[in-house]
Structures are given as structure tokens and as C-alpha cells.
């Protein structure tokens, strides 16, 4: 029994409270990445430059947060890059159909919001459903759904461009461009949605649920848990936060194609990777995947700014940082 | 030290005074076992006493520490499973190791496919066609695996074998996964193996599948050889007395529980496809335990009952007709259901002892936000009522010894407080000292006037814990037994239909 009254109280060793190693890796990356962005360039730290890259992290990084919970449950989205392009389409067209009947302004702004976060809402619960009650693997899914949406958009768009009116470009610009204390709008919403992904991955039974449905589904099953509503709120939460994401993005361009949004689904899977989230689930880390985005559009600023190799080879570069993550979690895992 | 039967022949595959280490735990000592063609030696022992070991060493996935494993008399030449299977021993472990997407004919050949540089189908599947035709089996070359029952499977690893000209056979229980039907079409090709020659170990806790088989057998007791017996020279009470080494009785608490109203009513209750119409009652501070073979679908009721699996019929608690239809549910009507899976539907082997007791009752543990401290409070309560031994608090529960697992997921059952508690094979794989420590556990919440479901394959685990015992056989109720009438003979005699009645179903189909 001396054991046992030693261990009463609740004391996590030293070990326990400091992150891992995994979690500490891509840290270490990205403070070396600044280090190395900062010699290279001295632009690189400017209030401009940061601002710019955040604000560019910012639409992969709300995506990335959805997708940490639906990876952790054991999911994946290939659809969130094409559901962009969609919802983008769509929300643009809305606007412009209300125009003659609101006229230019806040309530058809605000209108334009909402079709945007119903759209998501729709386009992730559907992702959900044909998971969770059809019973189709998650891969094969949203592989569906990525073609109907990218097919979808470039249909509405009759495979050119759709436009929102110039006037109410004019009007909805600042959403993107001007911000709060000199922080850009984005910027200030993706911090809010990584902090509220952060709380609700630790601090919740959401949270929690995912990793024990990601872990072992089985045993959550056997543990009272709801998998399937589980299940579908992850991909009903990416969806929202899909929208979200567009929101934030139509301000900037204006317009939507089929073209839009191309390739995000594997930046944001990307950046959930390198940011110590497992890919089979069981373990999410919010903050590994705003590490992750921050990584991958530093990479590229650098790139750009530094002059070193030809931007071309970004991809080149990506693609060896996110089999690094992978091979040094894994070694992290069969140490343990 | 009885001698064996008639000592003509030379033994084909021979431990000499073999011991085993690991670290410095000596686990095997001195070690001394021997295979003969055309018998069946049956290893018996209890979980740990180093079976498994024996049965590694002999099959080359280990080396002994010291000794000598000999197969004709000379050192075994082989170091590895792979070449010992060349040797002609051959090990048909528990999981199978079956592909189970290739077919019958692709898993035989796997490996030593026949052709050059394509296939040479024709031969395959006429090679495999033999070998099954030679055990009388019906199942056809082109079946893929997974469509297989678990007796073809293992059918499918015995013409594996054969076709690998095994000379020795190691079996390490076959028959724990097999309906009694299943077993019956097992022993006779067992039988036949032996018939042609062939040296077969077998593993079993079913003793009477012992004293069946058996040429010989040898009772392992924490590393030792503790007797060796000829056929029909150790009844089945001797042989379960040589194994534990001690009067079973001993590790029971007493039987004196006070039953009162009833808690539980079960009506006319089926779950597809197996169980059928199942009734029976359960009373406030009373154990039932509920015997019958593997298959006979005991876990099948348990899960069906909450809400695992689709079922019909009647639930009725303190007289009440109640709708369960989720695990949820069934913990609203305060029924909790304690998995036979301890690693795979129990407990979430990579996660720690706080995330997994708390598991299936998180929403106590506050509104919005977890409460971490009231977690680790209720963890610090279960290690001390539960005795948890873990070195760690925040260590992975999978590194934790099966008992102590076993004892996280009686914590993590009893958390949610449930009156009727369904423990599904309460002590497999779990050593002797923890057992009587969850057999105390168990005769607690009776004594504390909650209601216990025991489901076990374990005869004296059943006989030693339950006030009354429910015998389930091919998805029925076969008998009850009470008070004086619960024995090993009425059991077992339930348990394979051996004083069925005119009325009952047939035991053999």
C-alpha cells in the first residue's frame, strides 16, 4: 500500500507536464525557420511581411483546425480545398442575385455570410452522413465529393470566372484588408478559432471523445460513447469552418472559379501532419497544426523573399518537411 | 512420476532439461518434455506457467537459455519458425496466420508457390484439393479466408501443415474458439493425424478434451514440471489440483449472499442470429453465472441486452419495461456491461489511466469543461478501492499488467454506479492472486445488495462465485441450477446436453 498512498496525490511528473518531443519538434522547426527567414532577409520580420504571411495562413489554418478533429477521430476530408471553391461560387452568386433587392451594404454582407455557413454546414454534414449511416470509408467519400464540388463550381461558374458586383466588392474589401488594432481580420479569426480548437480538443468530452474514437472506436463504442454523432460532428464542424474559411477569402479576390481554393485539402492535412497530429487518429494537437500552417507559408515566404532556390521547388520542400514529420513520429512512437 | 505408455518408441521432438530466462527471471526450470509419433501429449498448466514458452522453444521462435531441444535424437537444426517448418514442426498458433483476403489455395502455397515464372494454378489447386480431401473436409480450394468460419480456418492451418509434411504438430488451443459442433470435426482430424504418425502437442483448459485426447500429459505449475500421466491416469479433478497446486475452494470467498426483490427481468429475449428466446431473473445482491462453451452465445446475450447488438423481446428493471438501445441507455437503466476484450472494445491500451476511467462517464465531470482535478480525484479513489498497482499515474494503460487492467476496467464499469453489472470473463489471462482479488471485488457488490452477472468459460470460477447458474447452449437456456444443484457434474452435463431431454434440441446437428 506505500505505493499507492504516494501516487494519491494528483502530481504529474515533470515529464508529463512538459510537452513531448513530437510536440516540441515542429516548434523547434518553425523558430529555426524565422531564424533562418531573419538572415536571409531583413523585410522578413517588417510588421508587412508578418502580416502577409499570417493573413495567407489564415484560410489553410481555420480548415486545418477542422481537420485536426476529424483526422484525430480517425477521419480524413480530401472535399475542404473543391467545398471552398463551391462555397465561395455559390455565396458570390447569392450575393449578387440580392443585390437588386438589398442594394449594397451590411445585411447583404452579413446575407452573403450566412450562405456561406450554411452551405458549409450542408456540404459537411453530407460528407458526415455517408460516413457515419452509409457506412463509406472517409477516403472514398469526400474523393466523391472533392469531384462534385470542383465540378459543381466550374458548372455555375460555366467554366470561367464568377464575379461578385464591383460595388459590393468595394464594400466587403476591408473584411480581408483592414483589421482590429492593426491586426488583420483574418488573422484575428484564425487566433480565435485555434484557441476555441485548442480549448474544445483539451478541455471538452468533444475533445476528448475524438482521440477515443480515433484511439480505438470499439472501446468507445463499449464506453457509452455516441461514435456516429461524434463522427458527423467533426465533418459538420470542418464544413462550418470550411465556410468560415471563405468568408475571410471572397474579399480578397472577389471572384470564384473552379481553379479556387485548389490543392488546400493538402495543405491542410499537410499542416495537421507535421504538427504532430497521429494520421490514424487518437492524438489531436491543435496548436501542432497552427505550427504546421505557419511552417508550410513560411517555407514559401522564404522562398519568395530569400531568392535561395527557384519558388518552383516549394512543393519540392513541403513534400520532404511533411515525410520528416511523419518519419519522426513514427520513431517517436515504437521508442516509446 | 508415473511412467508413460509403452516407451517402444524413441521420441521425434525432445526438451532435455530446458530452461528459459529473460532478464533475470528464470521462468522455465528445467524443462523436460517429449513428443512421440502417433500420440497426442497434452501441456496443460495454468495461464503463466510457461506453456507458451514450451511451445516457442519447441517450434524455434525461441531458444532455451540452456538444455537441449533434440528432434530424432540429434540437436534440432533450426533457429528460426521458418526453418523448423522445413524440419517438419509445424506450430498452429491461436491467431491464425492466414491472409485473409487470399484464398484456401493461395495461403497453402504461400510462400512456395508452384511454377516458374507464372503460376502454375492446376497444380496448386489440385495439391490443395488432395490435402483437403485427405482430411475429409468440404471446403472448396477457391474460398477466400475471411468468408470462412473459424473451424474451416483452422481446418485451412491443419492442410497447411500437412502440406508441409509436418511429422510434429503443435497445437496451441485450437479448440478455445470452437463451437462444441466445431470441436467434434477437429478431434476426429486430430485422431486421424495421430493415426498416420503424426507427434502432436495440445493445449487446452477444457480438461475433459484432456482426458478425451491425451496419450499423455504433463501439468506445468510456475515453470516446472509438476506430473506427468499416461491415459486415464489423472482424473480431470486431479489434473485441475496438480495445475493450481492448491484446493480450488480456497481463492472463493464464501457463498452466503441474501437475494432480494428482483432487479432484472428478461423476457423471451433474442439477439439474431444466435440467441433465441432467453428469460430469465435476476435478483438484488445475488450472483448468476452463466456457463456454457464459446459460441454458445453468452457474450452475444450480454451485448444484446445492452444495446450492443440488435435484439428483441423484454427488458424489465424492478418491474418496469425498459427501451435499450445503446450502451447509454442501458447505463440510464443502470446496466453496465463489462467486455470479455479487455485490449479491444475495454480499455484504450495508448492512453492513460485518467482518460480511460473516466471514459464512459465524462459528462460528471463537468458541464462544458472537463475537470481535471475531479479526474484525477476519482483516480486516486479507484487506485485505492481497486488496489491499482501502476508505477505511473500518467503511464499507458497498456503497459499495465493484465490484472491491473482488468482492475482500471472494473473502476472505469463501477464509475457510473450501475445496480446490475455484467462481467463478461472476469479473470482471462490474469494471474491467480489477482483473481481472488476480483473475486472478492465481485462478492462485494453483491454484498453491497447490487446484482452480478458472471460470464465464464472457467468451471470453478462459476461453481466458486455464483448463487445460480444459467447453462446456455446453442443460443438457449439449457438449465438453471440452484443451491446444492450447482456441481461441476450437473453443469458440465448441461453445458455439452449430455441428460438433454426428449424436449430439448439435439446436441449434435
Known amino acids: ?336 | 512420476m508415473s511412467a508413460a505408455p509403452e516407451r517402444a518408441a524413441a521420441p521425434v521432438l525432445e526438451l532435455v532439461d530446458v530452461r528459459k530466462s529473460f532478464g533475470p527471471i528464470e521462468i522455465l526450470h528445467g524443462i523436460d518434455f517429449a513428443l512421440h509419433a502417433g500420440e497426442v501429449h497434452a501441456l496443460i498448466g495454468e495461464n503463466g506457467a510457461g506453456k507458451s514458452t514450451i511451445m516457442k522453444i519447441l517450434g524455434g521462435f525461441l531458444a532455451p537459455s540452456s538444455g537441449a531441444v533434440r528432434l530424432d535424437g540429434a540437436p534440432a537444426p533450426y533457429a528460426s519458425g521458418a526453418q523448423a517448418e522445413a524440419s517438419g514442426v509445424v506450430v498452429i498458433h491461436q491467431e491464425f496466420n492466414l491472409a485473409p483476403d487470399l484464398t484456401v489455395t493461395e495461403n497453402i502455397w504461400l510462400g512456395r508457390e508452384k511454377g516458374g515464372l507464372f503460376l502454375d494454378h492446376r497444380a496448386m489447386r489440385a495439391g490443395t484439393q488432395a490435402l483437403l480431401d485427405e482430411l475429409g473436409s468440404t471446403i472448396r480450394p477457391e474460398a477466400r479466408i475471411r468468408d470462412l468460419p473459424v473451424s474451416d480456418r483452422q481446418m485451412v492451418e491443419i492442410a497447411k501443415a500437412l502440406s508441409r509434411q509436418a511429422r510434429v504438430l503443435i497445437m496451441d488451443e485450437p479448440s478455445a474458439v470452437l463451437t462444441h459442433r466445431e470441436v467434434e470435426v477437429l478431434f476426429r482430424q486430430i485422431e486421424r493425424l495421430r493415426a498416420q504418425g503424426v507427434a502432436l502437442l495440445y493445449t487446452s483448459h477444457r480438461l475433459e478434451e484432456i482426458t478425451r485426447l491425451a496419450d499423455r500429459v504433463t501439468v506445468l505449475r510456475d515453470g516446472a514440471v509438476v506430473r506427468k500421466a499416461g491415459r486415464g491416469e489423472l482424473t480431470e479433478d486431479g489434473m485441475a489440483t496438480a495445475m493450481v497446486g492448491r484446493k480450488l475452494e480456497d481463492i472463493y470467498p464464501p457463498r452466503r449472499h441474501q437475494a432480494g426483490t428482483v432487479a432484472l427481468e428478461v423476457r423471451g429475449f433474442s439477439v439474431p442470429p444466435l440467441v433465441k428466446d432467453v428469460s430469465f431473473t435476476l435478483r438484488r445482491g445475488e450472483v448468476l453465472g452463466i456457463s456454457g462453451l464459446v459460441g454458445s452465445g453468452r457474450t452475444e446475450l450480454a451485448e444484446g441486452l445492452v444495446g450492443l447488438r440488435p435484439a428483441t423481446g423484454e427488458i424489465l428493471r424492478h418491474g418496469i419495461p425498459v427501451a435499450i438501445g445503446s450502451v447509454r441507455d442501458a447505463a440510464a437503466s443502470g446496466i453496465a456491461y463489462l467486455t470479455e476484450d479487455r485490449k479491444e472494445r475495454g480499455l484504450l491500451l495508448d492512453k492513460s489511466l485518467t482518460e480511460n476511467l473516466t471514459l464512459s462517464t465524462l459528462a460528471r465531470f463537468g458541464a462544458l469543461f472537463i475537470d481535471g482535478r475531479r479526474e484525477e480525484a476519482a483516480l486516486s479513489r479507484a487506485i485505492a478501492e481497486f488496489d491499482i498497482r501502476a508505477p505511473r499515474r500518467d503511464m499507458k494503460v497498456g503497459n499495465l499488467s493484465g490484472g491491473n487492467q482488468q482492475k482500471l476496467l472494473l473502476a472505469k464499469t463501477m464509475l457510473g454506479d450501475p445496480e446490475v453489472v455484467i462481467i463478461d470473463e472476469p479473470t482471462r489471462g490474469i494471474d491467480v492472486g489477482t483473481k481472488s482479488q476480483i473475486y472478492a471485488f465481485i462478492d462485494a457488490l453483491a454484498a453491497e445488495g447490487r446484482s452480478v452477472i458472471v460470464i465464464s468459460s472457467d468451471m470453478p470460477e462459476i461453481l466458486g462465485l455464483s448463487d445460480r447458474v444459467l447453462v446456455m447452449r446453442h443460443g438457449r437456456i439449457a438449465g438453471e441450477l440452484e443451491g446444492a444443484r450447482v456441481t461441476e457434474t450437473d453443469v458440465v452435463r448441461l453445458v455439452m446436453g449430455t441428460n438433454e431431454q426428449p424436449t430439448g434440441s439435439a446436441s449434435h446437428v
Not at chain 1, 64 to 71: E, L
Not at chain 1, 240 to 255: E, K, Q
Open chain 1, 1 to 336: 500500500m506505500s505505493d499507492l498512498t504516494r501516487s494519491d496525490a494528483p502530481r504529474p511528473s515533470v515529464a508529463a507536464r512538459l510537452p513531448g518531443l513530437s510536440a516540441l519538434g515542429p516548434l523547434l522547426a518553425l523558430i529555426l525557420l524565422v531564424a533562418l527567414g531573419a538572415t536571409l532577409n531583413e523585410n522578413f520580420l517588417s510588421a508587412g511581411n508578418i502580416t502577409n504571411v499570417l493573413a495567407r495562413s489564415a484560410f489553410i489554418g481555420m480548415i486545418a483546425v477542422g481537420m485536426t478533429f476529424v483526422i484525430t477521430s480517425g477521419g480524413l476530408d480530401l472535399s475542404v480545398g473543391s467545398m471552398a471553391a463551391f462555397i465561395a461560387g455559390v455565396m458570390i452568386l447569392g450575393m449578387n442575385a440580392l443585390l437588386p433587392s438589398m442594394g449594397v451594404g451590411l445585411p447583404l454582407v452579413l446575407a452573403g455570410m450566412g450562405i456561406a455557413l450554411g452551405v458549409g454546414l450542408l456540404a459537411g454534414l453530407g460528407n458526415g452522413l455517408l460516413v457515419t449511416k452509409a457506412r463509406i470509408e472517409p477516403f472514398i467519400v469526400t474523393l466523391g465529393t472533392m469531384g462534385i464540388f470542383r465540378s459543381l463550381v466550374t458548372w455555375l461558374a460555366d467554366g470561367g470566372t464568377i464575379s461578385l458586383d464591383f460595388g459590393v466588392r468595394q464594400f466587403y474589401r476591408p473584411v480581408y484588408y483592414s483589421g482590429l488594432f492593426g491586426i488583420a481580420w483574418p488573422i484575428i479569426v484564425f487566433a480565435i478559432v485555434a484557441v476555441a480548437g485548442q480549448i474544445a480538443m483539451r478541455h471538452t468530452r468533444f475533445g476528448r471523445y475524438c482521440e477515443a474514437i480515433g484511439s480505438n472506436d470499439k472501446v468507445a463504442l463499449y464506453s457509452a460513447v455516441n461514435v456516429e454523432r461524434i463522427r458527423l460532428m467533426t465533418y459538420v464542424l470542418l464544413g462550418l469552418l470550411v465556410g468560415l474559411a471563405t468568408i475571410m477569402y471572397v474579399p480578397r479576390l472577389g471572384s470564384a472559379s473552379g481553379s479556387t481554393g485548389m490543392l488546400w485539402e493538402l495543405e491542410a492535412i499537410a499542416a495537421v501532419i507535421i504538427g504532430g497530429t497521429a494520421l490514424k487518429g487518437g492524438y489531436g494537437r491543435v496548436w501542432g497544426t497552427v505550427i504546421g500552417v505557419l511552417i508550410l507559408s513560411l517555407i514559401d515566404n522564404i522562398l519568395i523573399l530569400a531568392d535561395l532556390v527557384s519558388p518552383y521547388l516549394n512543393g519540392t520542400i513541403q513534400g520532404v518537411i511533411i515525410v520528416l514529420a511523419v518519419v519522426l513520429q513514427r520513431g517517436k512512437s515504437s521508442s516509446a
